[in-house]
Protein backbone atom coordinates (compact mmCIF):
# COMPACT_ATOMS: atom_id res chain seq x y z
CA UNK A 1 0.00 0.00 0.00
CA UNK A 2 1.60 3.30 -1.15
CA UNK A 3 1.12 6.18 1.47
CA UNK A 4 1.92 9.99 0.71
CA UNK A 5 1.91 12.44 3.96
CA UNK A 6 2.13 15.90 3.52
CA UNK A 7 2.96 18.16 6.39
CA UNK A 8 4.18 22.25 6.61
CA UNK A 9 0.90 24.06 5.88
CA UNK A 10 -0.32 26.60 7.79
CA UNK A 11 -0.88 30.59 8.22
CA UNK A 12 1.30 32.73 6.76
CA UNK A 13 1.07 36.68 5.80
CA UNK A 14 1.09 37.75 2.11
CA UNK A 15 4.75 37.79 0.89
CA UNK A 16 5.78 34.85 3.77
CA UNK A 17 7.26 31.67 2.90
CA UNK A 18 6.32 28.01 4.02
CA UNK A 19 8.04 24.44 3.01
CA UNK A 20 5.94 21.39 2.40
CA UNK A 21 6.87 17.95 2.85
CA UNK A 22 5.63 14.85 0.85
CA UNK A 23 7.01 11.55 2.85
CA UNK A 24 6.34 8.33 0.68
CA UNK A 25 6.26 4.66 1.65
CA UNK A 26 5.37 1.65 -0.14
CA UNK A 27 6.79 2.09 -3.68
CA UNK A 28 10.53 2.52 -4.79
CA UNK A 29 10.31 6.28 -4.46
CA UNK A 30 13.31 7.59 -6.75
CA UNK A 31 11.71 5.42 -9.64
CA UNK A 32 8.18 8.09 -9.80
CA UNK A 33 8.05 11.50 -10.55
CA UNK A 34 6.13 13.59 -7.80
CA UNK A 35 3.57 16.41 -8.35
CA UNK A 36 2.13 19.26 -6.08
CA UNK A 37 -1.81 20.35 -6.61
CA UNK A 38 -4.08 22.26 -4.79
CA UNK A 39 -7.84 23.54 -3.97
CA UNK A 40 -8.97 26.17 -3.03
CA UNK A 41 -12.35 26.11 -1.60
CA UNK A 42 -15.13 26.30 -4.26
CA UNK A 43 -12.53 25.64 -7.41
CA UNK A 44 -11.40 22.77 -9.06
CA UNK A 45 -7.58 20.72 -8.05
CA UNK A 46 -5.14 22.67 -10.23
CA UNK A 47 -1.57 21.65 -11.00
CA UNK A 48 1.09 23.03 -9.12
CA UNK A 49 4.28 21.74 -10.08
CA UNK A 50 6.57 18.75 -10.59
CA UNK A 51 9.19 16.94 -10.71
CA UNK A 52 10.65 14.30 -13.05
CA UNK A 53 11.88 10.80 -11.06
CA UNK A 54 15.43 11.61 -10.84
CA UNK A 55 15.06 15.22 -9.71
CA UNK A 56 16.70 16.70 -12.60
CA UNK A 57 13.83 18.28 -14.70
CA UNK A 58 10.99 20.45 -13.11
CA UNK A 59 7.95 21.86 -14.52
CA UNK A 60 5.36 24.71 -12.73
CA UNK A 61 2.43 26.50 -13.69
CA UNK A 62 2.55 29.83 -14.52
CA UNK A 63 0.85 31.01 -11.37
CA UNK A 64 3.59 29.76 -9.35
CA UNK A 65 6.83 29.97 -11.36
CA UNK A 66 9.51 32.72 -10.03
CA UNK A 67 8.21 31.84 -6.80
CA UNK A 68 8.04 27.84 -5.69
CA UNK A 69 10.66 25.76 -6.11
CA UNK A 70 9.58 21.58 -6.28
CA UNK A 71 12.66 19.24 -5.09
CA UNK A 72 12.77 15.46 -4.17
CA UNK A 73 15.40 13.98 -1.83
CA UNK A 74 15.40 10.33 -2.89
CA UNK A 75 17.55 9.23 -0.01
CA UNK A 76 14.66 10.10 2.45
CA UNK A 77 11.92 9.17 0.18
CA UNK A 78 10.75 12.97 0.20
CA UNK A 79 9.47 15.70 -1.74
CA UNK A 80 9.09 19.18 -1.02
CA UNK A 81 7.63 22.49 -2.71
CA UNK A 82 9.46 25.65 -0.99
CA UNK A 83 6.69 28.18 -1.63
CA UNK A 84 8.38 31.87 -1.31
CA UNK A 85 6.15 35.11 -2.28
CA UNK A 86 3.00 33.77 -1.05
CA UNK A 87 -0.14 35.55 -1.80
CA UNK A 88 -3.75 35.56 -0.82
CA UNK A 89 -4.54 33.72 -3.90
CA UNK A 90 -2.21 30.80 -2.78
CA UNK A 91 -4.75 29.85 0.04
CA UNK A 92 -5.78 26.52 -1.07
CA UNK A 93 -5.19 22.93 0.36
CA UNK A 94 -2.28 21.60 -1.05
CA UNK A 95 -1.88 17.98 -2.03
CA UNK A 96 1.52 15.59 -3.44
CA UNK A 97 0.74 12.86 -5.63
CA UNK A 98 3.03 10.17 -7.54
CA UNK A 99 2.96 9.38 -10.94
CA UNK A 100 1.61 6.34 -12.56
CA UNK A 101 3.77 5.87 -14.95
CA UNK A 102 7.63 4.37 -13.97
CA UNK A 103 10.24 6.40 -14.72
CA UNK A 104 8.61 8.80 -16.54
CA UNK A 105 9.86 10.16 -19.68
CA UNK A 106 8.03 13.33 -19.45
CA UNK A 107 6.41 15.65 -16.48
CA UNK A 108 2.88 15.81 -16.58
CA UNK A 109 -0.18 18.11 -15.54
CA UNK A 110 -3.45 16.15 -15.32
CA UNK A 111 -4.50 15.06 -11.87
CA UNK A 112 -5.92 11.90 -13.64
CA UNK A 113 -2.03 10.63 -14.13
CA UNK A 114 -1.24 10.27 -11.03
CA UNK A 115 -2.55 7.57 -9.13
CA UNK A 116 -1.80 8.19 -5.11
CA UNK A 117 -2.51 11.14 -3.43
CA UNK A 118 -1.45 11.91 0.46
CA UNK A 119 -4.81 13.58 2.29
CA UNK A 120 -3.36 17.27 1.77
CA UNK A 121 -2.66 19.87 3.61
CA UNK A 122 -4.21 23.43 3.93
CA UNK A 123 -1.80 26.83 3.45
CA UNK A 124 -3.97 30.17 4.26
CA UNK A 125 -2.17 33.51 3.06
CA UNK A 126 -4.18 36.05 4.93
CA UNK A 127 -3.38 39.46 3.42
Known amino acids: QVQLDETGGGLVQAGGSLRLSCTAS????????MGWFRQAPGKEREFVAA????????YYADSVKGRFTISRDNAKNTAYLQMNSLKPEDTADYYC????????????????????WGQGTQVTVSS
Open 97 to 116: ATDRSFRASILITRDRDYDY
Open 26 to 33: GRTFSNYA
Open 51 to 58: ISWSGSRT
